[in-house]
């Protein structure tokens, strides 16, 4: 063999070792990174039956889950002592991590203090943001009062003067301080409070208020399956023109319905960011003591969706990740 292939063997053999040795290390690393302690996280929610916006939520903490390698629970329960008492139970277990919704304050407070007191990271999620300043913990989600705002500010951009609130949970700080923002922005607007899990009896309470207030310009409900009922509701009384519907939150629905011009906006507060960063906030505490936001409220919304973008989000929406 001549000088010139000996040389082409020794540099073939040298680079295969140099690659053995890259791609050994890169092994190593991954075994690394996915052989951290499986950590169990509680997400404990006061959502109620049939209010699909918490399947988005739950698909978040779900992602994250198998990303971060937890042992997730998701449990919810719309009434704010049984939440605590699902809390408790989390406590109890010595679960390494509980994230939580906190629109049910003064039912939530004790019980989470006693979760610090446990030593059991929390981070509270979607509603309950003062509660959340107050108690020091970091909270994921939108800022009701402010996403409130913008609605008000964009109804009165339209022209609006009589609008109508929907709060679809009584007891929701969350739903009441989007309500009382548009109030002051909107000082004629009326609140209707209606029974979520009943959408029969939603639906009759909307047609009630409508062929009551007969000034009404506008409806908007706070969450987007029943702006979906208020819209059918409009276009069963022959009021399309006469009455704006408005929305909180997105769903491929509604997502719809507003690039079909039946509804006219909604506020996106992306609610999968909202399961995902909560699950994730946890793990990097357990392994770092790392502090999402500083321990300042990181926002997720609010962000007005109309037709001039609705199209770009819909099949995110289809897909049940927005």
Known sequence: MSKRSWLIVTIALLLGLLGGFVWGNNKSSTKTETST??????????AGPGDTFW???????????????????????????????????????????????????????DVVVKAQKAGIPVVAINGGVDLAKELGITFIGQEDYNAGKAVGEKLKAMGIQNPICIIHEQGNVGLEARCQAIIDVLPNTKRLYVPGTDMTQTKSQITAELQTQTDADAIVGTGAQY????????????KTKQITVGSFDLSSEVTQEIIDGKVAFTVDQQPYLQGYQAVDALWLNKNGLF????????????????????ATVLQYAKDGIR
Request: glycine share 8%; charged share 25%.
């Open 37 to 46: 302690k499986r950590l169990k996280i509680s997400v404990i929610t006061h």
């Open 227 to 238: 702006s979906v009922t208020a819209q059918k509701v409009v276009d069963e009384l022959g």
């Open 55 to 109: 399947d988005i939520v739950r698909k978040g903490s779900e992602a994250a889950a198998k990303h971060d390698n937890v042992d997730l629970q998701f449990v919810s329960d719309p009434d704010g002592s049984r939440q605590a008492q699902l809390v408790q139970q989390a406590i109890d277990a010595k679960v390494d991590g509980i994230a939580v919704t906190l629109s049910k304050a003064d039912a939530m407070k």
């Open 291 to 310: 502090k999402l936001g500083g321990g300042q409220p990181v926002a997720t919304g609010p962000a007005i969706i109309t037709k001039a973008d609705a």
